[in-house]
């Protein structure tokens, strides 16, 4: 599956901002999908994850409460909306996918097969 990120921009503490990702090649109903982030200097780190059936959200501990997740089959996207912001979240945004089910939090990018190719996220202080 090939992924397309979105969304991303400068927005000002305590903004919000929607990413996208869209999937070709493959319905998204039968992968479980993550956002991961990556600032400069620092290791790609998860974010959130939804699993192919909805059943199962996860967040980071860094975002749970202002980040929420979602997707819809139909459209083949899933969504991070990202509300109250700040400028510790700044980084590059990644989409990924894999097909295999987890028991636990696939927390990790080693535990993806497909990647977008991010979307800048800034937020000014």
């Known amino acids: 599956v090939q992924l397309q990120a979105s969304g991303g921009g400068l927005v000002q503490t305590g903004g919000s901002l929607r990413l996208s990702c869209v ?22 780190e998860f974010v959130a994850y939804i699993s192919w059936s909805g059943g199962r959200i996860h967040y980071a501990d860094s975002v749970k409460g202002r980040f929420t997740i979602s997707k819809e089959n139909l459209k083949n996207t899933v969504y991070l909306q990202m509300n109250s912001l700040k400028p510790e979240d700044t980084a590059v945004y990644y989409c990924a996918a894999d097909s295999r089910n987890y028991v636990g939090v696939p927390d990790s990018p080693s535990k993806y097969s497909s990647w977008g ?9």
């Not at 999937?23 to 790609?44: D, H």
């Open 23 to 44: 999937a070709s090649g493959g319905a998204i109903s039968k992968y479980g999908m993550g956002w991961f982030r990556q600032a400069p200097g620092k290791e790609r």
């Open 117 to 125: 190719q991010g979307t800048q996220v800034t937020v000014s202080s």
